[in-house]
């Protein structure tokens, strides 16, 4: 109810207050219904006052609602574009796991001494599987593999 409407109404009841003059029982019945009107009226204005307060809260929550909504989606944007740089880092760094396994695999090949052990008896120049490769492993694992 407007809070005018309310106001017109109490002007209302305090007009009939002073019509019905002095007569008891006139008196009687109508200061039942008054007092039951003018409670009303001041309720209706306790309530029109806390639908006020009402409307502020939910106009400050808005507020605090659409902030906190730009938060989460600036925060959802970062975890995306971290995301996609995670997974970037990730490609890169199994990419960095090959080809340190591809040059491991031909370290060891080198470091095992048993592919310099020769294949007969030693006279002058001999061959071993180091000799033989000619490096052809470690080219192969230098060119990613290939």
């Known amino acids: 109810m407007d809070i005018n ?12 207050h002073q019509t019905l003059g002095d007569s008891p029982n006139a008196m009687v019945n109508f200061q039942a219904v008054y007092n039951d009107m003018k409670y009303l009226i001041m309720m209706a204005l306790d309530g029109q006052k806390e639908a006020n307060k009402l409307r502020t809260k939910i106009g400050r929550m808005k507020i605090t609602i659409k902030k906190k909504d730009r938060v989460i989606r600036t925060i959802d944007h970062h975890n995306n574009r971290l995301g996609n740089d995670n997974r970037a880092k990730t490609t890169v760094l199994e990419k960095f796991r090959e080809e340190n396994k591809r040059l491991r695999e031909a370290l060891e090949y080198y ?4 592919h310099y052990e020769p ?15 000619n490096g052809e492993i470690a080219r192969q ?6």
């Open 111 to 114: 470091a095992d001494t048993k």
């Open 119 to 133: 294949y007969c008896i030693p006279v002058g120049d001999y061959a071993t599987d180091v000799t033989e490769d």
């Open 5 to 16: 409407r309310i106001k017109q109404i109490d002007g209302k009841i305090d007009e009939m």
């Open 141 to 146: 694992a230098l060119d990613g593999g290939e």
